[in-house]
């Protein structure tokens, strides 16, 4: 099993910044996905950015240029730096673990940006 815990969301005005972070905890290998998600009220959950255990990432058209994930192997741990954020950026964002073919979310950490 696999137990991520996020943190850093909150209530920002448009144009500020925030810092998602996420713990994996359990068995984590080595080999994995790490990403972020979102889910705005009414519509689906949809992808953020990804990053591989190499370093290659993936990013949503929404937020190119204005988000930036990174990862720390050692610490098992993904960060979403969120720049210049939008109203339309105002979702629960999830953490996700993709290994072995399973996929592992957090709890959602809520961001609120007000224009």
């Known amino acids: 099993q696999v137990q991520l815990v996020e943190s850093g969301g909150g209530s920002v005005q448009a144009g500020g910044s925030l810092r998602l972070s996420c713990a994996a905890s359990?068995?984590?290998?080595?080999?994995?996905?790490m990403g972020w998600y979102r889910q705005a009220p009414g519509k689906q959950r949809e992808l953020v950015a990804t990053i591989t255990s190499g370093g290659n990432t993936n990013y949503a058209n929404s937020v190119k240029g204005r988000f930036t994930i990174s990862r720390d192997n050692a610490k098992n741990t993904v960060y979403l730096q969120m720049n210049s954020l939008k109203s339309e950026d105002t979702a629960v964002y999830y953490c996700?673990?993709?290994?072995?073919?399973?996929?592992?979310w957090g709890q959602g950490t809520q961001v609120t940006v007000s224009s």
């Open positions: 359990g068995r984590i290998s080595s080999i994995n996905v």
């Open positions: 996700n673990v993709d290994q072995f073919g399973l996929r592992y």
